[in-house]
């Protein structure tokens, strides 16, 4: 996935928006955004819009192209919101003159978005692109591995799963032995709702964007150490 670029004073649009009208731009590349999430982006320093006389939020071609730069981070490389501004604040700090485009690291970590997809596959839309036959479908929903949705629809992290649990039976892992990874899923997740829950619940405009980002960095910690676990475990496992 190419990684989301923002050049300071480059390519950015012209004028001054309202934050209501700033969200009618990012919304047709970012449909889960909302006002609150982009005034919580604000409170955390990573746009810091202009004010009219009145007081009203005024963004510039600029902060649109850094929020821009910032959902992508989050949405294609999962990067801590800290990771971002360090990074934005580098640019910053730059001298004046002619910036080279600022590239979002990856975390290291699997992308790791929180957000339901809004793609709804029948089955045969999920064999044909997971590439598996009935059968193999029906073994991965057996064990819980493939779920589908309560209208009866699959969405793109199904296809995902389909292709991995696919490519894994080509080293001779069955459907059955992944049982164990659902269960652990299940107890990660479960252990991070209890973190979020109580953030989520707090009664602020910002309480849901603040709730979203959490669980979004959480989920990819909680994936990057997972990750690190089976790798260690594995090279132990290894003869000497």
């Known amino acids: 996935m190419t990684a989301p670029q923002w050049s300071r004073g480059r390519g950015a649009e012209e ?8 969200l009618d731009r990012l919304r047709g590349e970012f449909p889960d955004v909302t006002i609150s999430k982009i005034r919580f982006l604000e409170s955390e320093g990573l ?14 071609g600029e902060d649109l192209e850094r929020l821009r730069f910032v959902l ?12 971002i501004k ?7 700090q730059e001298a004046s003159g002619e910036a080279r485009p600022l590239v ?3 975390s290291g970590a699997p992308d790791a978005s929180v957000a339901p997809s809004k793609v709804r596959l029948t089955r045969e839309d999920l064999l044909s692109e997971a590439g598996i036959d009935v059968a193999t479908l029906a073994a991965l929903e057996q064990y819980g591995i493939v779920r589908p949705g309560p209208a009866g ?5 199904a296809v995902e799963l389909a292709r991995t649990a696919s490519a894994l039976t080509e080293f001779g892992i069955e459907p059955r032995h992944l049982r164990a990874f659902r269960a652990a899923a299940d107890r990660e997740t479960g252990l991070l709702q209890q973190v979020v829950g109580p953030v989520a619940r707090q009664r602020d405009p910002d309480a849901a964007a603040r709730a979203e980002d959490l669980l979004r960095e959480m989920a990819g910690l909680s994936v990057r150490l997972h990750a690190l676990l089976i790798r260690v ?3 132990e496992g290894l003869p000497r």
């Open 15 to 22: 004028g001054r928006w309202s934050i209501g009208a700033v």
């Open 47 to 60: 746009v810091s819009p202009a004010r009219s006389a009145s007081g009203y939020r005024q963004f510039s």
């Open 72 to 83: 992508a981070a989050q949405r294609d490389h999962y990067l801590p919101l800290k990771v």
């Open 86 to 92: 360090q990074q934005l604040d580098e640019r910053d």
């Open 104 to 106: 979002a690291v990856p």
């Open 153 to 157: 629809f699959y969405d793109t992290d």
């Open 233 to 235: 475990g594995l090279r």
